[in-house]
């Protein structure tokens, strides 16, 4: 006797599974919102100034998006799930870095949103005061991008570059050291 329930279980896994790469497939590391254009100390930018990440072809993560996936695990994965996945209550936000504006991200971030309606009811606290976030932010958006692109996957980065000086200095200066 067949037990259907496993198969449609197998069935219904097979095709998350086929989603989730070909949303990973559906974008492009020539996309002008990803595409490395310039470095500047470290950090890497789009054609239009905007944060975006460097993964080399051996799988190193840049510093930034390294400590992204830091920053983000310490501050953010509580309502938003590991890495970015989305939670029941809190949207994906490796979505939220490729689709949404990178100014509108950083205004969220800083002044919080609050959503309700008949059909939803969010609220995301504003974090423009904690600089365990603020000192962070574009590192944690890299990081996001990085894994909504498929750039890098779930989970700590095997490899990453080492932390400059450069990255120590800003740092300390914004944390206050």
Same mark, same amino acid.
């Not at 949303?23 to 975006?52: L, Q, W």
């Given at each position: ?89 809190? @949207? &994906? ?6 689709? =949404?504006? #990178?100014? +509108? ?19 995301? @606290? &504003? ?6 976030? =603020?000192? #962070?932010? +574009? ?32 740092? +300390?200066?914004c944390m206050g050291s």
């Amino acid at each position: 006797m067949t037990r259907p329930i496993p198969l449609l279980l197998a069935a219904a896994a097979c095709a998350i599974t086929a989603s989730v790469v070909s949303a990973a497939d559906a974008v492009s590391m020539d996309d002008p919102n990803i595409a490395v254009d310039y470095e500047e100390g470290g950090r890497y930018f789009t054609e239009d100034g905007i944060p975006t990440f460097n993964v080399a072809e051996d799988g190193t993560v840049d510093w930034p998006t390294f400590s992204g996936f830091r920053r983000y695990h310490a501050e953010c994965h509580v309502c938003h799930g590991p890495d970015g996945e989305g939670s029941t209550y809190a @949207p &994906a936000l490796k979505d939220s870095a490729l689709d =949404m504006d #990178y100014y +509108d991200f950083v205004d969220v971030v800083v002044n919080g949103r609050q959503k309700v309606g008949a059909a939803e009811n969010s609220v995301m @606290p &504003a974090f423009g005061t904690n600089p365990n976030v =603020m000192c #962070y932010l +574009d590192d944690i958006y890299t990081y996001l991008k990085a894994h909504g692109s498929g750039a890098i996957g779930r989970g700590r980065p095997a490899q990453k570059e080492a932390k400059s000086e450069t990255f120590s200095e800003m740092e +300390d200066a914004c944390m206050g050291s």
